[in-house]
């Protein structure tokens, strides 16, 4: 009995020994990787350039590193898929502004300037990973009050919302967690699948040719918005004369009734002219420029 008892306090000292050599390795592993200096190389006629040129050299050695990582966690036939879709990230444009990366020597011959750069893989990832989180708050924010973005900022959002999803491409690769951030930019490409929604409420301040003029006006806001009876937001669209020409004031409301914005856009085209096709093609010009300019 004290033998089996001796025989069990052993094995379980040398696993727990095992054990603990095994996590001492791994986190010995994650250190230096978190250490990890990624470099890059260039040279130029100024010190811009070259600097410029080892910033793209960077990203090169940077996609291969991230490459090699991932090869390491994922199955085959998924890393193939991420590992190209990797390639086709411009990295240089996303990480040329962080202070993460450093200027590591310079070189100057005649006509020549020499750069080196380099930037710890931990801090880029750790720089990254705020980026993602400020630019995630800030699209929920458009979308908090009324769920979908507005006229006012829809093209901001898609904008903002397209450098999200490759900051948390360049995320996911460097924390080798390939779902991360899919969820919440699942939701937010729900919120741009259509355009904003509106209600649109007409206020005609004449009667000569206003349903012609409607018709113009609807075609031409309908490559911006959907229109929709049931919509919470309003739009309303005055249609105006100051000496016999047209002027349309168009008013966005969010869905608590708070002006989001304005349009004032002042045709110079007299009233009677609408019924010749010609004037009612450049009404549609003059009111979809106006339109473009506020979207």
Same mark, same amino acid.
């Given at each position: 009995?004290?033998?089996?008892?001796?025989?069990?306090?052993?094995?379980?000292? @040398?696993?727990?020994?095992?054990?603990?050599?095994?996590?001492?390795?791994?986190?010995?592993?994650?250190?230096?990787?978190?250490?990890?200096?990624?470099?890059?190389?260039?040279?130029?006629? $100024?010190?811009?350039?070259?600097?410029?040129?080892?910033?793209?050299?960077?990203?090169?050695?940077?996609?291969?590193?991230?490459?090699?990582?991932?090869?390491?966690?994922?199955?085959?036939?998924?890393?193939?898929?991420?590992?190209?879709?990797?390639?086709?990230?411009?990295?240089?444009?996303?990480?040329?502004?962080?202070?993460?990366?450093?200027?590591?020597?310079?070189?100057?011959?005649?006509?020549?300037?020499?750069?080196?750069?380099?930037?710890?893989? /931990?801090?880029?990832?750790?720089?990254?990973?705020?980026?993602?989180?400020?630019?995630?708050?800030?699209?929920?924010?458009?979308?908090?009050?009324?769920?979908?973005?507005?006229?006012?900022?829809?093209?901001?959002?898609?904008?903002?919302?397209?450098?999200?999803? /490759?900051?948390?491409? !360049?995320?996911?690769?460097?924390?080798?967690?390939?779902?991360?951030?899919?969820?919440?930019?699942?939701?937010?490409?729900?919120?741009? /699948?259509?355009?904003?929604?509106?209600?649109?409420?007409?206020?005609?301040?004449?009667?000569?040719?206003?349903?012609?003029?409607?018709?113009?006006?609807? $075609?031409?806001?309908?490559?911006?918005?959907? @229109?929709?009876?049931?919509?919470?937001?309003?739009?309303? @669209?005055?249609?105006?004369?100051?000496?016999?020409?047209?002027?349309?004031? !168009?008013?966005?409301?969010?869905?608590?009734?708070?002006?989001?914005?304005?349009?004032?856009?002042?045709? =110079?085209?007299?009233? $009677?002219?609408?019924?010749?096709?010609?004037?009612?093609?450049?009404?549609?010009?003059?009111? =979809?420029?106006?339109?473009?300019?506020? =979207?």
């Amino acid at each position: 009995m004290l033998c089996s008892i001796i025989r069990c306090l052993l094995i379980c000292t @040398i696993s727990i020994g095992i054990i603990s050599c095994k996590s001492a390795k791994d986190i010995d592993t994650l250190q230096q990787k978190d250490n990890k200096y990624i470099y890059g190389e260039g040279q130029g006629v $100024s010190f811009d350039v070259a600097k410029q040129y080892a910033i793209q050299d960077l990203t090169t050695n940077l996609k291969v590193s991230i490459k090699y990582s991932l090869q390491n966690t994922t199955q085959q036939e998924n890393n193939v898929l991420q590992t190209k879709a990797m390639s086709n990230i411009r990295l240089e444009s996303q990480i040329k502004d962080l202070p993460s990366v450093e200027v590591d020597k310079i070189k100057k011959s005649k006509d020549k300037v020499f750069v080196r750069v380099k930037v710890k893989q /931990s801090i880029l990832k750790s720089e990254i990973y705020n980026r993602v989180q400020f630019k995630k708050q800030k699209l929920l924010s458009m979308i908090t009050q009324c769920d979908t973005p507005s006229f006012s900022n829809f093209r901001v959002f898609k904008t903002l919302l397209k450098d999200l999803t /490759s900051d948390i491409s !360049l995320y996911q690769a460097l924390a080798e967690n390939m779902d991360y951030g899919n969820n919440i930019l699942a939701s937010l490409q729900d919120s741009i /699948s259509t355009k904003p929604k509106y209600r649109i409420l007409w206020n005609n301040k004449h009667q000569y040719n206003a349903n012609e003029i409607q018709d113009i006006i609807a $075609s031409e806001i309908a490559k911006f918005i959907k @229109i929709d009876k049931d919509s919470k937001r309003d739009l309303i @669209i005055d249609i105006n004369s100051n000496d016999k020409t047209i002027v349309i004031f !168009l008013k966005f409301y969010d869905c608590d009734k708070n002006m989001e914005n304005a349009i004032q856009i002042d045709t =110079y085209m007299q009233q $009677s002219s609408i019924k010749m096709s010609s004037s009612k093609s450049r009404l549609g010009a003059i009111i =979809y420029k106006a339109i473009e300019a506020h =979207y």
